[in-house]
């Protein structure tokens, strides 16, 4: 059997415990007491899930209580196997911890509990747990948990547990392993979909190896692990290994004296065959793991906090007077952190927290989630558009697939950028139902192109665009080229969904149209200005696409016909031909949550025929173009838009709240983002247990800085319109901008304005649309009247 020496580091326990002490009241998610309901025990997993981009890890019971969906996902690694279509693979785990008295296993579900907490500490990145628990025969004991993933070194974990035997003596078993029998839940009730094979087993006193490799696409996933008794403990101990099929466990059986505590301590290191050869799996896993054990546990959390503190420095917001919405802001913030990807890859729709909508990426990334990462890890914003970059050979056949030129970014994507939606789904009238979204949802094609044109305009990346962006456009732009359908003099695009996903097989979608005509006329602005310039990597995607300049005059001049209009009487878009001439009904009743319901003799098999809206459709477009629109046209088509619909998707409220706060219904709008940043705090759509909604935490965030900030970067120039709800006595928060930092605090009496750069610099501004000149490095007070700075220079 395989030994690991003993650690190189001893860790003093005070200086530990201090380290994975619990952070002051406002950095907790507290959740107390224990239900047997599944779907209450899953919700709780889903919101306390800890990770750091790289792999997530929910926050189940270690015991795993019946009902609980426990799961590691790692970022990228997906499988079809036996699936209907590539997936979001639930991997292995290390954190399963069992103990077990006279026979039984201890868990809430097995004795009464007399205290039972779990606490997530966002600050520090840590989940602790807490049971106190009474057994049938009257023996009382607190079962204590310590997890977290390294913040810093993203292929570590650690995990403390200890064992109080309160009021009696006697044998007390301890297991905790490595577990590779794991399935994804299927699509029908009960179904499990297996997607790993086992390759390698290794155990020894301290030391158990696992190692499993995906069915489809081979690739191998490897843990090594640790797990033993702190010093001065383990001399009454016994030790057995335990191995069941595909999982196995290193039980110590232990004689506990009454009042005695027993504590253990687990170190793992999580890799992949993407960052490993595989025939260097086990020996390199088991070298980093030695490694961690030799640092030792205090000084790896030290890193690992002073990490999160690092990020937490620049993506942190304060909202103060208004205790429930900083809560929840800084738990969506902390949702955020936990999901950046570390290198290339994206942000599927529920994050890494479930295996809700497969793990597939959408366009949820582009549109809400990625201006976090943009305004504040640029590096990780260039790590989702890479995604998209290197997935365009899959977008190359989705577009030859379906017949047309250039390439199509799929509606649902995994590892190839090819469509992976499923061709089925059970929809909201809970019946199973054909999926059109993979053939018609196709604004995503431009929605990719509109994120990648605004990562080159907050942060002047030129590299980028030359090496990756061009071909990104130009091919996109073909695709549109093709795709759409000549119509007397203009232009039109016929067959497609919006983001109103209640009417399908709808032409001339507004949104799409406007999008498609930005997108084109984009493609020809840059396609002319490296025309002048004489770049050479501009020439060498020209030869490769053979991209000529009468092909790029005709994407101009389908850019300027391409059918869009506002009714000049009534300022209104119509959603999409045909859409006015639907049945006309306003939503008039909300449930108890405050959701909208529907009106009466209408159902989700007949709300296509009528003017009911899933979710901001029309209403996108004033906040991807702003500037596009007069006030008037906003306020038009949100009053017309806004009662019609139901908001049946959590990408919608916070749309509403923003567009909201442009046109000035502040009431509204601060409803609408409560709605949206408690949308999983609140559970407020019934279903957080399939995984944390991301739209809706990316969206939560634009509103708070786009919205009630009123920040708009420019190429530039800095914008500001803030706007405060009455209980908000303090908005603070920072984002980066062309290697600067602007900080922001803002009341109701003034704004405080400081940018940090390394060089003096002077920076175009605009307040409440005055526009006026700042320095770097100078704090200055911005007020309706008069402006003035002078806070002085730092």
């Not at 009123?710 to 319109?721: A, E, P, Q």
């Not at 600067?740 to 003034?750: A, N």
Request: aromatic letters at 10%.
């Amino acid at each position: 059997m395989l030994q690991i020496a003993e650690h190189g580091h001893r860790d003093t326990g005070d200086d530990l415990a201090q380290l994975l002490s619990l952070s002051s009241r406002p950095w907790l998610l507290r959740r107390a007491g224990f239900s047997k309901d599944p779907r209450r025990l899953q919700i709780n997993e889903t919101l306390m899930t800890i990770g750091n981009g790289y792999l997530n890890i929910r926050g189940s019971l270690e015991e795993l209580p019946e009902g609980s969906c426990r799961g590691m996902y790692i970022n990228g690694v997906y499988d079809r196997s036996e699936a209907d279509v590539e997936e979001l693979v639930k991997c292995p785990v290390w954190t399963d911890v069992s103990v077990w008295i006279d026979g039984l296993k201890i868990s809430p579900a097995t004795c009464r509990v007399l205290r039972h907490e779990q606490v997530l500490d966002m600050k520090k990145g840590i989940l602790h747990r807490v049971s106190r628990l009474r057994t049938p025969s009257g023996k009382i004991l607190t079962l204590s948990t310590v997890k977290l993933v390294c913040f810093h070194a993203v292929h570590h974990g650690y995990m403390r547990v200890s064992v109080l035997a309160e009021n009696f003596s006697g044998n007390i078993r301890v297991l905790s392993g490595l577990n590779g029998d794991v399935f994804n839940r299927g699509f029908f009730e009960g179904e499990r979909l297996k997607h790993l094979h086992l390759e390698r087993i290794e155990r020894g006193r301290n030391l158990m190896y696992l190692e499993m490799k995906t069915r489809e696409r081979q690739i191998h996933i490897a843990h090594a692990a640790s797990w033993r008794m702190l010093d001065g403990q383990s001399r009454n101990v016994r030790w057995e290994p335990r191995i069941y099929g595909e999982k196995f466990a290193s039980e110590m059986t232990l004689s506990a004296e009454k009042g005695s505590l027993s504590e253990f301590e687990k170190f793992a290191v999580v890799m992949t065959s993407r960052e490993v050869k595989k025939e260097c799996m086990f020996s390199e896993s088991v070298r980093e793991l030695k490694s961690f054990l030799r640092k030792g546990a205090f000084q790896e959390i030290q890193e690992h906090i002073s990490q999160w503190d690092e990020c937490w420095k620049q993506a942190d917001i304060t909202i103060e007077g208004d205790c429930e919405a900083q809560e929840a802001i800084r738990y969506n913030i902390y949702q955020l952190l936990i999901n950046g990807p570390r290198t290339v890859g994206s942000v599927g729709a529920k994050f890494l927290s479930s295996e809700g909508y497969l793990g597939h990426v959408f366009w949820d990334t582009e549109i809400f989630v990625f201006p976090f990462y943009l305004y504040n890890f640029p590096s990780m914003a260039r790590n989702m558009l890479l995604y998209r970059y290197e997935t365009l050979p899959g977008a190359l056949l989705n577009a030859e697939r379906a017949g047309y030129r250039g390439a199509r970014y799929g509606w649902e994507t995994a590892t190839t950028g090819e469509d992976v939606t499923p061709r089925f789904a059970s929809k909201l009238e809970r019946t199973i139902r054909l999926i059109y979204t993979g053939v018609e949802e196709e604004h995503i094609v431009s929605d990719v192109i509109y994120a990648l044109e605004r990562y080159v305009r907050v942060t002047g990346d030129m590299d980028f665009l030359r090496q990756c962006g061009l071909e990104m456009i130009f091919l996109t732009a073909r695709y549109w080229a093709s795709r759409v359908w000549k119509e007397g003099d203009g232009y039109e695009i016929h067959t497609v969904i919006g983001p109103d996903e209640f009417h399908e097989h709808v032409n001339n979608n507004a949104y799409t149209n406007f999008l498609v005509r930005w997108h084109l006329r984009l493609a020809a602005i840059v396609f002319r200005h490296f025309s002048r310039t004489g770049d050479k990597g501009f020439m060498r995607v020209c030869r490769n696409l053979d991209l000529k300049s009468t092909e790029v005059s005709r994407w101009s001049e389908i850019s300027r016909s391409l059918k869009f209009g506002i009714d000049s009487d009534t300022l209104l878009i119509e959603q999409f031909d045909g859409y006015f001439s639907l049945s006309d009904h306003g939503v008039r009743r909300h449930d108890r949550k405050g959701r909208p319901v529907l009106p009466a003799g209408i159902t989700y098999r007949t709300i296509g025929k009528t003017r009911l809206i899933k979710q901001a459709d029309v209403l996108m477009l004033f906040l991807l173009f702003p500037h596009s629109f007069s006030p008037e046209v906003k306020q038009a088509n949100y009053d017309f838009y806004e009662p019609r619909t139901l908001h049946k998707s959590s990408l919608s409220h916070s749309a509403h709240a923003m567009v909201g706060l442009d046109i000035g219904d502040h009431q509204h709008a601060y409803r609408y983002f409560m709605k949206t940043v408690r949308v999983d705090l609140d559970n407020l759509h019934g279903n957080t247990d399939l995984g944390i909604h991301a739209a809706a935490v990316g969206g939560a965030w634009q509103t708070v800085v786009m919205g009630f900030g009123g920040l708009t970067l420019k190429s530039d120039r800095i914008v500001l319109n803030p706007w405060l709800p009455g209980s908000w006595r303090r908005l603070v928060f920072r984002v980066q901008w062309r290697e600067r930092i602007i900080e922001l605090d803002i009341s109701h009496e003034q704004t405080l304005i400081r940018i940090v750069a390394s060089r003096e610099m002077i920076v175009p501004c605009t307040f409440r649309n005055r526009c006026f000149r700042i320095r770097s490095n100078i704090r200055y007070v911005l007020r309706d009247r008069p402006l003035s700075c002078s806070i002085g220079e730092d």
